[in-house]
């Protein structure tokens, strides 16, 4: 359980939106890092291996392909022009499915003779490739399991504020919200409702521990709050795995939108004291 009791602050948003940057960037570097390491190990061990295993499901169209291609050349920065890749991954496929032919039937002419010698001399190939699809994959479900809590906050934001409020991020991996028709860019500049909203989710998202279960207490939460958002409010928040909410509030739509199962309510009577 996490016992930690914060005071949430303007600047502290702002220091934990700094601390995921460098989180992200942490992870992406390593990973990459680890994914080179991995391939060229993976390169050379396999130069005098007699047995290649390519896995035609894997790579069942062009597209597949050519999206696995577009995604490594992005995340690399290699500069590979998308008509080239298009090129390979037609050529790709292509391979893919004359050795699926020949699987079936032996060649019956010199020329198929000749693409049978041509494609078994680009056989390491395939096979490099493929080994370096898989290691970019297991970099990409880190990323994507980092980047969770980007989608949790930016999805809010939308749902809340009708696709008004926007968390961006930046090539670089920088976060910075924006308000749809304004200039306000900034989380000083935002209302005290928008600030609010934008507080708890930051929170909820980064800060409180994805596999340890987590008790938030919020005292009043729908002060500057619309009506509309307090009645999304508790709701949302407990989309987020492994959260408990105690909350004291005066309003009745905070509870408005939440199963009558999730929630157990204490009512304070007038002679209460």
């Known amino acids: 359980m996490d016992r930690r009791v914060i005071g949430i602050s303007n600047t502290d948003i702002e220091d934990i939106l700094r601390e995921y940057t460098r989180t992200i960037n942490e992870i992406s570097s390593q990973s990459l890092d680890n994914l080179l390491k991995n391939f ?6 396999g130069i005098n ?7 035609f499901s894997n790579f069942s169209k062009r597209s597949n392909i050519l999206d696995q291609l ?3 050349n992005d995340s690399l920065d290699l500069r590979i022009s998308d008509e080239q890749l298009t090129n390979i991954a037609k050529q790709f496929e292509e391979k893919l499915l004359f050795m699926k032919k020949i699987g079936e039937n032996k060649p019956k002419s010199k020329e198929e003779m000749n693409e049978v010698m041509n494609l078994i ?3 390491p190939m395939m096979q490099v490739f493929q080994n370096l699809q898989e290691l970019y994959k297991k970099f990409s479900q880190e990323m994507n399991s980092e980047l969770e809590s980007f989608a949790y906050i930016q999805e809010n934001l939308l749902d809340f504020s009708g696709n008004r409020l926007n968390l961006n991020r ?3 991996n920088e976060f910075n919200f ?5 200039g306000v860019e900034k989380f000083n500049d935002f209302s005290t409702g928008e600030k609010q909203l934008i507080t708890f989710l930051v929170y909820s998202a980064i800060e409180l521990p994805k596999d340890t279960p987590s008790l938030i207490i919020i005292d009043e939460p729908e002060l500057s709050l619309h009506v509309k958002w307090q009645r999304k409010l508790l709701k949302n928040l407990l989309k987020k795995n492994n959260i408990k909410i105690l909350s004291a509030t005066h309003s009745p739509y905070i509870l408005n939108k939440l199963e009558v199962d999730s929630m157990i309510v204490r009512k304070q009577e007038a002679n209460e004291c």
């Open 70 to 72: 577009k995604n490594i």
């Open 121 to 123: 001399l680009s056989l």
């Open 170 to 172: 930046t090539e670089l």
């Open 40 to 45: 060229a190990k993976n390169s050379i061990l």
């Open 49 to 55: 291996n007699e047995k290649l295993e390519i896995q």
């Open 178 to 182: 924006s308000k749809v028709g304004t």
